[in-house]
């Protein structure tokens, strides 16, 4: 069983920062992509920002510029930095990883979300 636990949320004013983090722990052989959504009340998830396991990232067009994804493969975590935060920002920020396992001779991957974290931005 894997798990993602995210940390990092909190009340932040706008043009203020915050970072987020989530580690994987658990059966990993592998983990493949990692990435952070966002859902805000009423609204679906959306992706906030992706990266490869070789590290090559994309973003939403609303974020670029302003947050950044990061990962340590040696503690199976992602990171989220985010600056310049508007109030639009506010949402629910989930972890997510697609993580390989193997067990005997069955290879294989499965998609994983964290239970996510609030961030609030307002004054």
């Known amino acids: 069983q894997v798990q993602l636990v995210e940390s990092g949320g909190g009340l932040v004013q706008p043009g203020g920062s915050l970072r987020l983090s989530c580690a994987a722990s658990?059966?990993?052989?592998?983990?493949?992509?990692m990435g952070w959504y966002r859902q805000a009340p009423g609204k679906e998830r959306e992706l906030v920002a992706r990266i490869t396991s070789g590290g090559t990232t994309n973003y939403a067009d609303s974020v670029k510029g302003r947050f950044t994804i990061s990962r340590d493969n040696a503690k199976n975590a992602v990171y989220l930095q985010m600056n310049s935060l508007k109030p639009e920002d506010t949402a629910v920020y989930y972890c997510?990883?697609?993580?390989?396992?193997?067990?005997?001779?069955?290879?294989?991957?499965?998609?994983?979300w964290g239970k996510g974290t609030l961030v609030t931005v307002s004054s």
């Open positions: 997510n990883a697609d993580i390989a396992y193997l067990t005997g001779g069955d290879y294989g991957a499965l998609d994983y």
């Open positions: 658990g059966s990993i052989f592998r983990i493949n992509d």
